[in-house]
């Protein structure tokens, strides 16, 4: 009897092994920028369930206005699963650029950089890495003449392709009952997010059908206990500044399952699943199965042979990895009837990174000394590092995240999680329910169960690229369905004069997949249909389409915008350091020259022709001496 409910649970367990999904994190040099800066990052591709370097050797990184347009993208290669590179604020595509600079700055505005691997583009888009960054501009202050930065104001484009916002009221409240559903009669933990019109969380009071009072906890989350009747329940909430509202509850149903966790600790974790049935279709049992990070970790079987039931169940977290852990009950059909999102905490030793300055302060131009020491576990430590230094007094913003916070917590949860630091910050009573409360308000399945568990089909659309890759598609232009089986010949030249020449054969969907050698830089390629024998295909009705499948525009946040950048928008800050010069200048550190009369513009530098070290290649050569 039990062998189905087994048989999904083990289709769940393959599929991670055949089809490991990835993860990237994108380690940035500033959190926000001036027009033609150059944004330097560091790149970490994982595989999401161990986070051990992915196969992946090719990262994708998108450069993308406030409207989604996308403005730039290239391809980083990606050794021992790290790569590092830099994205210039420039715009290649203006006339008067070209003809003067070469390229010319991008306008100030919100700029979004996203990053994926190919094979990442089988699932879901919003695993993909997404971060937002105001581009400033200098302008003349109107009353002193100083130069000051100011962020860039967010305005609504006629041509938008990201989705559009939704209109927002003084108070939204959403509610999520804890494992999908309320069923009638019995009790069930409601969990809601009260936010405003910037769409930050609330602090606000409330009321349940004039009997149960609850308030928020934690950046407008809370929760409460409530057994539905069968009648419609209403909920009133209200802040200290006076904004109210009141707002109907799910409804909730007569059969069905869900799940409970009545109680965490650091080693083992307590749930009740709780079961109103039809009496015309009793089950015998249900799975019940606990995934990290899309690998299967726990599994075991539910007995549900009454109309009405309840089971306690003890499951031991040892093994378990620290992360956003995903529990789901399903039937024999294999589909999910309840899923809840919890947090495990492994109390995980992380290496201690000090930096120490030499001053407190410094004048312009000052050589600056750091001494950077990392421990683990109160001993030195070894490893490589990425730093980035700037002035204090620069143009920076608000946003917190890192490889823990973004790895761990904010790519297994929906949409943007405001200031994720602050689930770090202790483990304590107050921090444990304000991160269970994230969990049960902002969970999401990354991880299909469906598609897992075979319920579904899953179809790989993409391959691991280990290289170099052409993805192209042979189709149809009126029926766009693709050409099988359509000789083509492929010829193109790379920056070193090579040429390679070849002969292909379009497989199922009109695919073509082609591998190429590594190179830096340009390349033209040529591609054509050759003579077949028998069968004619005509230009004017086909078309070849060359990287098909691009993550899907999404909507940004209001947090990532205007309202993260409030307090700057308000104080403009100087873009001129505050100290003066040093009266005397280190004959050691330069040349002293006479005063002089400036009558020209300085010359103009042909950044075009300009060479430097060559970062991707000695990149490579540094992982592979293993330094």
């Not at 620069?394 to 297994?412: A, I, K, M, N």
């Not at 269970?436 to 790989?460: H, P, S, T």
Request: proline content about 4%.
């Amino acid at each position: 009897a039990g062998e189905p409910i087994l048989h999904y649970a083990a289709n769940a367990y393959h599929f991670e092994k055949e089809y490991p999904q990835e993860k990237v994190y994108l380690h940035f040099d500033n959190t926000s920028y001036l027009t033609g800066d150059t944004v330097w990052f560091k790149a970490y591709v994982v595989n999401a369930s161990d986070l051990t370097a992915s196969k992946s050797q090719v990262l994708y990184v998108d450069l993308l206005n406030a409207a989604g347009s996308e403005m730039k993208r290239q391809k980083f290669k990606i050794v021992d699963g790290q790569a590092d590179g830099y994205i210039s604020l420039t715009n290649a595509n203006t006339e008067t650029g070209r003809k003067w600079r070469g390229e010319a700055n991008l306008l100030s505005g919100y700029y979004e950089i996203r990053a994926y691997t190919a094979y990442m583009l089988n699932f879901q888009d919003a695993a993909v890495f997404s971060r937002v960054f105001p581009v400033m501009e200098v302008t003349q202050d109107d009353t002193t003449g100083e130069n000051v930065w100011k962020a860039p104001p967010y305005s609504h484009f006629k041509y938008q392709k990201r989705p559009v916002m939704p209109k927002t009221h003084d108070m939204d409240v959403a509610f999520y009952p804890e494992g999908g559903n309320m069923i009638t009669g019995r009790p069930c933990r409601v969990a809601f997010k009260v936010t405003g019109r910037d769409g930050l969380g609330l602090d606000a009071i409330g009321v349940v059908d004039d009997s149960i009072r609850i308030s928020t906890v934690h950046d407008g989350m809370g929760s409460f206990v409530f057994t539905p009747s069968g009648k419609r329940s209403r909920v009133k909430f209200q802040t200290a500044d006076g904004i109210s509202g009141t707002f109907d509850l799910p409804e909730a149903i007569q059969y069905g399952h869900t799940l409970n966790i009545v109680g965490q600790t650091g080693d083992s974790l307590k749930l009740k699943v709780i079961s109103s049935i039809d009496p015309a279709n009793l089950q015998d049992s249900l799975g019940l199965a606990i995934m990290c990070r899309g690998r299967l970790m726990y599994f075991s079987q539910i007995p549900v042979q009454q109309e009405q039931s309840e089971s306690i169940l003890e499951v031991a977290l040892a093994g378990i990895p620290e992360g956003v852990c995903q529990i789901c009950l399903y039937d024999r059909t294999g589909s999910p009837v309840s899923t809840r999102m919890f947090y495990r905490r492994n109390n995980i030793d992380i290496p201690q990174i000090d930096v120490r300055f030499d001053k407190q302060a410094y004048h312009p131009l000052d050589k600056v000394k750091v001494d950077v020491g990392m421990t683990y576990k109160g001993q030195p430590f070894s490893d490589k590092i990425c730093l980035s230094i700037r002035d204090d007094d620069g143009h920076q913003g608000p946003y917190y995240s890192d490889l823990r916070t973004d790895l761990l917590l904010s790519s297994d949860l929906r949409g943007l999680v405001w200031k994720p630091e602050y689930y770090f910050e202790s483990d304590d009573a107050e921090h444990d329910e304000a991160l269970d409360l994230l969990c049960m308000v902002q969970g999401w399945e990354r991880y299909d169960w469906k598609q897992m568990a075979g319920v579904v089909e899953f179809k790989e659309k993409l391959r691991i690229e280990e290289g170099l890759t052409l993805n192209a598609w042979v189709k149809e232009k009126n029926s766009g369905l693709g050409l099988d089986s359509i000789p083509l010949n492929v010829s193109y030249m790379l920056p070193d004069s090579s040429v390679t020449q070849l002969k292909m054969l379009t497989e199922q969907g009109g695919y073509i997949g082609l591998d190429m050698p590594d190179f830096y830089g340009d390349t033209e390629l040529q591609m054509w249909p050759d003579r077949m024998r028998g069968r004619k295909i005509k230009k004017k009705n086909s078309e070849i389409i060359f990287d098909e499948l691009e993550p899907s525009i999404r909507r940004l946040e209001p947090q990532e915008m205007e309202e993260l950048w409030k307090q700057m928008a308000k104080v403009e800050n100087s873009a001129d350091s505050t100290q003066e010069l040093p009266q005397v200048i280190n004959v050691k550190h330069g040349i002293v020259l006479p005063e002089v009369d400036i009558r020209e513009k300085r010359a103009f530098v042909d950044y075009a022709t300009f060479r430097d070290f060559d970062i991707h290649k000695d990149r490579e050569g540094y992982n592979k001496m293993n330094i």
